[in-house]
């Protein structure tokens, strides 16, 4: 009867070596390239159009340019909830996010006008 190993601190070291080893890593996520690049072009082409609405519709409030990045980082979370979630429960977590976001310095007019627009692309997105 074979006796079952144990595992020690240098068993698990040498698994972790091994599963993450210069030489396996590729191996395993060339396997899903095909359809990572798939997904990742869906994704890509949705939040270009999400940066073109938002970086449009800050331009027109004459935001200062240092901010958009945080508009933006608000607008990508906002967007995130609505694709994730349905009516009731995106509409407060984005109520949430733009609490979130007052507190650390951004207009919270300017960010109840973004709200809309990451609502009216994630629908779209998902089709209703």
């Known amino acids: ?3 079952a190993k144990k595992s020690t601190a240098q068993r698990r070291i040498l698994r972790f070596h091994e599963k993450f080893s210069h030489k396996t890593v590729p191996i395993r996520f060339k396997y899903y390239l095909s359809r990572m690049s798939s997904l990742l072009r869906t994704e890509l082409i949705n939040l270009d159009e999400l940066e073109r609405q938002i970086y449009a519709d800050l331009d027109s409030k004459s935001v200062a340019s240092d901010l958009y990045p945080y508009y933006m980082a608000f607008s990508k979370r906002v967007f995130k ?40 692309i994630a629908e779209t997105i998902r089709g209703f």
């Open 1 to 3: 009867m074979p006796k």
């Open 81 to 120: 909830t609505y694709l994730d979630f349905i009516e009731p429960t995106a509409s407060t977590e984005a109520a949430t996010l733009k609490q979130e976001f007052t507190q650390r310095g951004l207009d919270p007019a300017i960010l109840t006008q973004l709200i809309p627009i990451c609502k009216n």
